[in-house]
Protein backbone atom coordinates (compact mmCIF):
# COMPACT_ATOMS: atom_id res chain seq x y z
CA UNK A 1 0.00 0.00 0.00
CA UNK A 2 1.49 3.57 -0.80
CA UNK A 3 2.43 5.71 2.08
CA UNK A 4 3.34 9.32 3.19
CA UNK A 5 4.48 9.88 6.40
CA UNK A 6 4.84 13.54 7.32
CA UNK A 7 6.79 14.38 10.73
CA UNK A 8 6.16 16.25 12.98
CA UNK A 9 2.73 16.11 12.86
CA UNK A 10 2.37 19.02 14.81
CA UNK A 11 4.96 22.22 15.87
CA UNK A 12 4.79 25.34 17.85
CA UNK A 13 7.55 27.68 17.27
CA UNK A 14 8.08 31.41 17.95
CA UNK A 15 8.41 34.48 15.40
CA UNK A 16 11.73 34.12 13.32
CA UNK A 17 12.20 30.34 14.11
CA UNK A 18 13.44 28.29 11.45
CA UNK A 19 11.57 24.80 11.20
CA UNK A 20 11.96 22.12 9.34
CA UNK A 21 9.00 19.72 8.17
CA UNK A 22 9.45 15.83 6.87
CA UNK A 23 7.77 13.85 4.51
CA UNK A 24 8.96 9.72 3.97
CA UNK A 25 7.17 8.02 1.44
CA UNK A 26 6.99 4.14 0.34
CA UNK A 27 5.35 4.08 -3.10
CA UNK A 28 5.31 2.43 -6.49
CA UNK A 29 5.68 4.41 -8.91
CA UNK A 30 7.22 7.92 -7.72
CA UNK A 31 6.55 10.06 -10.00
CA UNK A 32 7.10 13.68 -7.92
CA UNK A 33 6.64 15.09 -4.78
CA UNK A 34 4.32 18.41 -3.94
CA UNK A 35 4.40 20.49 -0.66
CA UNK A 36 0.64 22.34 -0.34
CA UNK A 37 -0.11 24.88 2.51
CA UNK A 38 -3.49 24.80 3.84
CA UNK A 39 -4.89 27.31 5.58
CA UNK A 40 -8.57 27.37 6.57
CA UNK A 41 -9.65 26.72 3.04
CA UNK A 42 -8.52 24.45 0.54
CA UNK A 43 -4.70 23.59 -0.28
CA UNK A 44 -2.54 26.23 -2.10
CA UNK A 45 0.29 24.53 -4.28
CA UNK A 46 4.05 25.17 -2.99
CA UNK A 47 6.34 23.29 -4.93
CA UNK A 48 6.90 20.26 -7.26
CA UNK A 49 9.81 18.12 -6.40
CA UNK A 50 10.96 15.63 -9.23
CA UNK A 51 14.70 15.51 -9.11
CA UNK A 52 16.93 14.83 -6.02
CA UNK A 53 19.53 17.03 -4.60
CA UNK A 54 17.73 19.94 -6.01
CA UNK A 55 16.73 22.47 -4.31
CA UNK A 56 13.17 24.68 -5.09
CA UNK A 57 13.00 28.13 -3.37
CA UNK A 58 10.42 30.72 -2.64
CA UNK A 59 11.28 33.46 -0.30
CA UNK A 60 11.69 31.85 3.13
CA UNK A 61 10.90 28.99 1.87
CA UNK A 62 12.71 25.49 0.21
CA UNK A 63 12.41 22.21 0.00
CA UNK A 64 14.58 19.25 -1.18
CA UNK A 65 13.98 15.67 -2.42
CA UNK A 66 16.48 12.57 -1.68
CA UNK A 67 14.47 9.94 -4.04
CA UNK A 68 17.26 7.43 -2.72
CA UNK A 69 16.50 7.97 0.63
CA UNK A 70 12.90 8.49 -0.43
CA UNK A 71 11.87 11.73 1.50
CA UNK A 72 11.58 15.61 1.14
CA UNK A 73 12.16 18.01 3.47
CA UNK A 74 10.34 21.63 3.58
CA UNK A 75 12.39 24.63 5.61
CA UNK A 76 10.76 27.93 6.21
CA UNK A 77 13.23 30.35 8.03
CA UNK A 78 12.47 33.15 10.01
CA UNK A 79 9.12 32.39 10.55
CA UNK A 80 6.18 34.62 10.64
CA UNK A 81 2.53 34.23 11.55
CA UNK A 82 1.26 34.02 8.13
CA UNK A 83 3.22 30.66 7.90
CA UNK A 84 0.84 28.92 10.60
CA UNK A 85 -1.16 26.48 8.73
CA UNK A 86 -1.14 22.93 7.90
CA UNK A 87 1.50 21.78 5.39
CA UNK A 88 0.78 18.63 3.02
CA UNK A 89 3.09 16.28 1.14
CA UNK A 90 1.11 14.85 -1.48
CA UNK A 91 3.36 12.29 -3.55
CA UNK A 92 2.04 11.99 -7.49
CA UNK A 93 2.17 8.56 -9.48
CA UNK A 94 2.88 7.35 -12.34
CA UNK A 95 0.40 7.25 -15.05
CA UNK A 96 -2.00 10.32 -16.75
CA UNK A 97 -4.57 10.89 -14.44
CA UNK A 98 -1.35 12.46 -11.86
CA UNK A 99 -2.99 11.27 -8.62
CA UNK A 100 -1.97 12.33 -5.29
CA UNK A 101 -1.62 10.57 -1.95
CA UNK A 102 -1.11 12.57 1.16
CA UNK A 103 0.39 12.55 4.46
CA UNK A 104 -1.60 13.79 6.99
CA UNK A 105 -0.20 17.49 7.28
CA UNK A 106 1.70 18.78 9.79
CA UNK A 107 -0.04 21.93 11.64
CA UNK A 108 2.28 24.78 12.54
CA UNK A 109 1.85 27.22 14.54
CA UNK A 110 4.24 30.18 14.92
CA UNK A 111 3.51 32.51 17.83
CA UNK A 112 4.36 35.97 17.82
CA UNK B 1 -8.52 34.69 -13.89
CA UNK B 2 -8.81 31.29 -14.50
CA UNK B 3 -9.65 29.19 -11.16
CA UNK B 4 -11.60 26.15 -10.22
CA UNK B 5 -15.08 27.17 -8.53
CA UNK B 6 -17.05 25.25 -6.03
CA UNK B 7 -20.19 26.07 -4.95
CA UNK B 8 -22.31 26.03 -1.81
CA UNK B 9 -19.10 27.00 0.07
CA UNK B 10 -21.35 26.30 2.94
CA UNK B 11 -24.17 23.36 2.44
CA UNK B 12 -26.18 21.96 5.26
CA UNK B 13 -28.27 18.87 4.89
CA UNK B 14 -30.38 16.65 6.99
CA UNK B 15 -29.84 13.09 7.61
CA UNK B 16 -30.99 10.73 4.38
CA UNK B 17 -31.41 13.70 2.15
CA UNK B 18 -29.69 13.80 -1.07
CA UNK B 19 -27.34 16.58 -1.59
CA UNK B 20 -25.40 17.41 -4.55
CA UNK B 21 -21.92 19.79 -4.50
CA UNK B 22 -20.78 21.31 -8.06
CA UNK B 23 -17.05 22.67 -9.49
CA UNK B 24 -16.42 24.34 -12.47
CA UNK B 25 -13.44 24.89 -14.05
CA UNK B 26 -11.88 27.50 -16.54
CA UNK B 27 -8.85 25.55 -16.43
CA UNK B 28 -9.63 23.46 -19.14
CA UNK B 29 -7.65 20.76 -17.85
CA UNK B 30 -8.35 17.31 -18.82
CA UNK B 31 -8.79 15.85 -14.95
CA UNK B 32 -11.13 16.57 -11.95
CA UNK B 33 -10.90 15.03 -8.56
CA UNK B 34 -13.17 15.18 -5.77
CA UNK B 35 -11.99 14.75 -2.53
CA UNK B 36 -13.14 14.37 1.30
CA UNK B 37 -11.51 15.84 3.94
CA UNK B 38 -12.32 15.06 7.49
CA UNK B 39 -11.24 17.60 10.31
CA UNK B 40 -7.68 17.44 11.17
CA UNK B 41 -7.25 14.58 8.37
CA UNK B 42 -5.19 14.39 4.84
CA UNK B 43 -7.96 14.81 1.77
CA UNK B 44 -8.95 11.66 1.00
CA UNK B 45 -9.62 10.74 -3.08
CA UNK B 46 -13.03 9.81 -3.57
CA UNK B 47 -13.07 9.51 -7.63
CA UNK B 48 -11.74 11.26 -10.25
CA UNK B 49 -12.53 11.80 -14.20
CA UNK B 50 -10.13 11.69 -17.03
CA UNK B 51 -11.98 13.55 -19.65
CA UNK B 52 -15.07 11.39 -19.40
CA UNK B 53 -13.12 8.19 -18.37
CA UNK B 54 -14.73 7.79 -14.48
CA UNK B 55 -12.45 6.23 -12.05
CA UNK B 56 -13.73 5.33 -8.25
CA UNK B 57 -11.40 4.65 -5.64
CA UNK B 58 -11.84 0.96 -4.08
CA UNK B 59 -13.00 2.29 -0.60
CA UNK B 60 -14.87 4.78 -2.08
CA UNK B 61 -18.95 4.02 -0.74
CA UNK B 62 -21.61 3.90 -2.83
CA UNK B 63 -23.77 6.42 -1.61
CA UNK B 64 -21.21 8.69 -3.48
CA UNK B 65 -21.69 9.48 -6.76
CA UNK B 66 -19.92 11.35 -9.58
CA UNK B 67 -21.06 13.17 -13.02
CA UNK B 68 -19.22 14.75 -15.60
CA UNK B 69 -21.02 16.43 -18.05
CA UNK B 70 -18.84 18.48 -20.26
CA UNK B 71 -14.77 19.66 -19.50
CA UNK B 72 -15.90 22.35 -17.34
CA UNK B 73 -18.14 20.95 -14.45
CA UNK B 74 -18.05 18.21 -12.53
CA UNK B 75 -21.10 17.24 -9.65
CA UNK B 76 -20.61 15.44 -6.39
CA UNK B 77 -23.94 13.52 -5.65
CA UNK B 78 -24.44 12.00 -1.96
CA UNK B 79 -27.62 9.82 -2.06
CA UNK B 80 -28.19 9.51 1.31
CA UNK B 81 -25.95 11.56 3.45
CA UNK B 82 -24.92 10.25 7.17
CA UNK B 83 -23.89 11.99 10.09
CA UNK B 84 -20.47 10.34 9.06
CA UNK B 85 -19.98 12.21 5.90
CA UNK B 86 -19.70 15.93 7.19
CA UNK B 87 -16.60 17.08 5.91
CA UNK B 88 -15.12 19.28 3.44
CA UNK B 89 -15.47 18.48 0.08
CA UNK B 90 -12.25 19.39 -1.98
CA UNK B 91 -12.67 19.66 -5.63
CA UNK B 92 -9.13 19.45 -7.73
CA UNK B 93 -7.86 19.89 -11.49
CA UNK B 94 -4.86 18.93 -13.05
CA UNK B 95 -3.96 19.15 -16.93
CA UNK B 96 -3.27 15.22 -17.03
CA UNK B 97 -1.04 14.84 -19.88
CA UNK B 98 0.82 11.82 -20.43
CA UNK B 99 4.32 12.41 -19.73
CA UNK B 100 3.82 15.35 -17.53
CA UNK B 101 4.15 15.92 -13.57
CA UNK B 102 1.31 17.88 -13.18
CA UNK B 103 0.03 19.74 -9.84
CA UNK B 104 -3.65 19.82 -8.77
CA UNK B 105 -5.17 23.03 -8.35
CA UNK B 106 -7.80 22.80 -5.46
CA UNK B 107 -11.09 24.96 -5.14
CA UNK B 108 -12.36 26.64 -1.93
CA UNK B 109 -14.30 23.51 -0.84
CA UNK B 110 -17.82 22.98 0.05
CA UNK B 111 -18.04 22.37 4.23
CA UNK B 112 -21.00 20.15 4.20
CA UNK B 113 -22.76 19.71 7.49
CA UNK B 114 -25.52 16.50 8.10
CA UNK B 115 -28.20 17.54 10.86
Known amino acids: EDKVVQSPLSLVVHEGDTVTLNCSYE??????LLWYKQEKKAPTFLFML????IEKKSGRLSSILDKKELFSILNITATQTGDSAIYLC????????????FGKGITLSVRP | DAMVIQNPRYQVTQFGKPVTLSCSQTLNHNVMYWYQQKSSQAPKLLFH???????NEADTPDNFQSRRPNTSFCFLDIRSPGLGDAAMYLC??????????????FGPGTRLTVL
Open chain 2, 92 to 105: ATSRGLTGFTNEQF
Open chain 1, 27 to 32: VTNFRS
Open chain 2, 49 to 55: YYDKDFN
Open chain 1, 90 to 101: AVVLTGANSKLT
Open chain 1, 50 to 53: TSSG
